[in-house]
């Protein structure tokens, strides 16, 4: 029976029954019942469903606003510093102070200053007499080495011709003894008993050895004449650019001299050896032969020959005498032509200590003509003080200051998430912190960093117009991407891990009407800041992005949509 009919049924009158009645009532009661029980399932539903505020996509930029502290340097610092040991009257720089050029920074105590340079200037003037003094003991010293080198030459000459007469008295002592033995042997013979064609022959022999000997000799005893005639070829065989003979030096000479004594030298020793070997020979024969000679003419002819082998000997010894003299003589000549040793170092640290001496003097009176005044070379922030009124200064820096005409930079450390947004020749502002701020600053470079690859380091370069500088200043930039299709509020994005999604509304018709639910998509994230991001992902243009909700959500759940505070 449907619920029309049933409303409309009307019991018949005449069959009223109790059942009738009581079905009648039935249905009514629980028409009642089925009435309270939706509206409590509707209070219940009201209370448990999620309540959800949300917002549709738009489309537009995502701002970056960068922020990054850092240090102000100077391009160009100054370093100022003054003679060492001075006293400090007053010090009027003070590290941060902003100085001008000419500004005066130190006040050096003039009398003490004034001692100094007089003390300066004495041991400069030390210095050049030592100097001076030495150059002249050089000069003596130079020409007492040339005398003694001249005295030299002329001892070895001399002490050649000693040598040389000594060996022509000794050689003509021999010859005598050798003209005796000959003329008492050939005086007191057996007339042509014997066949003397071998003695004759052997006497030729030991003649014309003689002969040669002599030749040699002769030749060794005019040594000086040989070595002038050869010097003489030298220096005409070299001609100078207008054709004439060119002196040969006292050591060209003295190898000539030595080279001719050698040659002669040994042609003397070659001849003596080939005279005694035929004398030998003819001194046998002779033993031979004389056996019938009588006692006295043998004893008589072997004197005059020991004579003459005794003068012989002497001979002999008076060439190798002349030998060992001129080698002696040879090396007391080249020691005396010896170079003196060089000192190249010390001459050079005498010429490094009198500059220094002079640097000295030159700056101690530079500072004493301004009255030992130091000043400010340029204009400039001082960074560093290093010396105290009342001390003495040092040979160290005494005062740093930055150069202000060469300008300032900024420096700072970016992680590499800020760093993506910044190029070289970008614009940026930087607050310097006692309420001025500098706009329209470039970027100078960004790298990465040496250290850690994950940031990059940034300059900025800060022109020299820049005024009431500090140490430290913060960078500030605004920094817009792309243009984006899709871009939600930030809280509408979450997280699951490595991963982002967001929560859409959907509207769904169920058997109780049409619900609201949301469902969960996997979303891209192009770009973000600190207030919204781009993404990308399978959603519908027009399509509300949950934005907050007072309960966990998940895929699917209905929500309640209110709007937002």
């Known amino acids: 029976m449907k619920l029309k009919q049933l409303m409309d049924f009307e019991m018949d009158k005449n069959e009223k029954s109790s059942l009738q009645v009581k079905a009648v009532k039935a249905l009514a009661g629980f028409l009642i019942l089925m009435f309270l029980l939706t509206i409590l399932s509707r209070a219940a539903d009201s209370l448990t469903i999620a309540k959800v505020t949300a917002s549709?996509?738009?489309?537009?930029?995502?701002?970056?606003?960068?922020?990054?502290?850092?240090?102000?340097?100077?391009?160009?610092?100054?370093?100022?510093?003054?003679?060492?040991?001075?006293?400090?009257?007053?010090?009027?720089?003070?590290?941060?102070?902003?100085?001008?050029?000419?500004?005066?920074?130190?006040?050096?105590?003039?009398?003490?200053?004034?001692k100094k340079l007089l003390q300066a200037q004495k041991e400069l003037q030390v210095a050049k007499a030592t100097a001076s003094d030495k150059k002249a003991n050089e000069a003596i010293a130079a020409d007492m080495k040339t005398k003694s080198l001249q005295r030299s030459y002329e001892d070895y000459n001399q002490t050649v011709a000693d040598a040389n007469d000594s060996v022509s008295k000794a050689k003509s002592d021999m010859n005598e003894a050798w003209n005796a033995y000959n003329t008492y042997k050939n005086s007191n013979s057996n007339s042509g008993e014997t066949d003397t064609t071998v003695s004759d022959s052997l006497e030729k022999t030991v003649e014309e050895k003689q002969l040669a000997y002599d030749k040699a000799v002769t030749n060794l005893d005019g040594v000086e004449k040989v070595i002038e005639e050869e010097i003489k070829k030298a220096e005409e065989a070299s001609k100078d650019e207008s054709g004439n003979p060119i002196t040969l030096t006292q050591g060209e000479k003295q190898k000539i001299r030595e080279r001719v004594n050698a040659s002669l030298m040994q042609d003397a020793n070659t001849a003596k050896d080939a005279l005694t070997e035929a004398e030998n020979a003819l001194s046998a024969y002779n033993e031979q032969q004389n056996n019938s000679s009588s006692a006295s003419y043998d004893e008589q002819l072997k004197t005059l020959y020991d004579d003459y082998k005794a003068k012989e000997e002497a001979y002999n010894e008076a060439v190798k005498q002349r030998q060992s003299t001129i080698q002696s003589a040879n090396r007391m000549l080249e020691d005396a032509?010896?170079?003196?040793?060089?000192?190249?170092?010390?001459?050079?640290?005498?010429?490094?200590?009198?500059?220094?001496?002079?640097?000295?003097?030159?700056e101690l009176q530079k500072v004493m003509d301004v009255n030992g005044k130091i000043t400010a070379p340029s204009d400039g922030l001082i960074t560093k003080v290093n010396v105290t009124t009342g001390e003495t200064t040092?040979?160290?820096?005494?005062?740093?200051?930055?150069?202000?005409?060469?300008?300032?930079?900024?420096?700072?450390?970016?992680?590499?998430?800020?760093?993506?947004?910044?190029?070289?020749?970008d614009k940026v502002t930087l607050d310097l912190g006692n309420g001025t701020t500098v706009e329209g600053l470039t970027v100078q470079s960004i790298d990465v960093s040496a250290e850690d690859k994950n940031s990059y380091e940034l300059t900025v370069s800060i022109p020299a117009k820049v005024k009431k500088l500090g140490s430290i200043?913060?960078?500030?930039?605004?920094?817009?991407?792309?243009?984006?299709?899709?871009?939600?509020?930030?809280?509408?994005?979450?997280?699951?891990g490595d991963k982002y999604y967001v929560y859409v509304?959907?509207?769904?018709?169920?058997?109780?009407?049409?619900?609201?639910?949301?469902?969960?998509?996997?979303?891209?994230?192009?770009?973000?800041?600190?207030?919204?991001?781009?993404?990308?992902?399978?959603f519908s243009w027009g399509q509300q992005f949950v934005l907050t909700s007072n309960k966990t959500l998940r895929n699917g759940d209905r929500v309640r949509l209110v709007e937002g505070e």
């Open 56 to 114: 549709a996509a738009t489309g537009g930029v995502i701002s970056h606003n960068i922020e990054v502290d850092g240090n102000i340097t100077p391009n160009k610092d100054i370093a100022i510093s003054t003679s060492a040991n001075i006293k400090i009257a007053s010090v009027e720089a003070t590290e941060g102070k902003t100085v001008k050029k000419g500004d005066l920074l130190i006040q050096l105590d003039t009398a003490d200053l004034k």
């Open 505 to 538: 509304i959907n509207e769904k018709d169920t058997i109780l009407g049409t619900e609201t639910a949301v469902d969960k998509v996997q979303v891209d994230i192009l770009d973000k800041n600190n207030e919204q991001a781009a993404i990308e992902g399978s």
């Open 473 to 496: 200043a913060t960078l500030k930039v605004e920094k817009a991407s792309k243009k984006y299709d899709t871009c939600v509020p930030l809280g509408a994005l979450h997280s699951d």
């Open 394 to 425: 040092t040979e160290d820096t005494a005062i740093r200051i930055s150069d202000q005409s060469a300008g300032y930079k900024f420096t700072a450390t970016l992680d590499k998430a800020s760093a993506k947004y910044l190029s070289k020749d």
């Open 337 to 362: 032509k010896a170079p003196e040793n060089v000192d190249t170092a010390t001459a050079l640290t005498e010429n490094d200590d009198l500059e220094e001496k002079q640097l000295a003097v030159d």
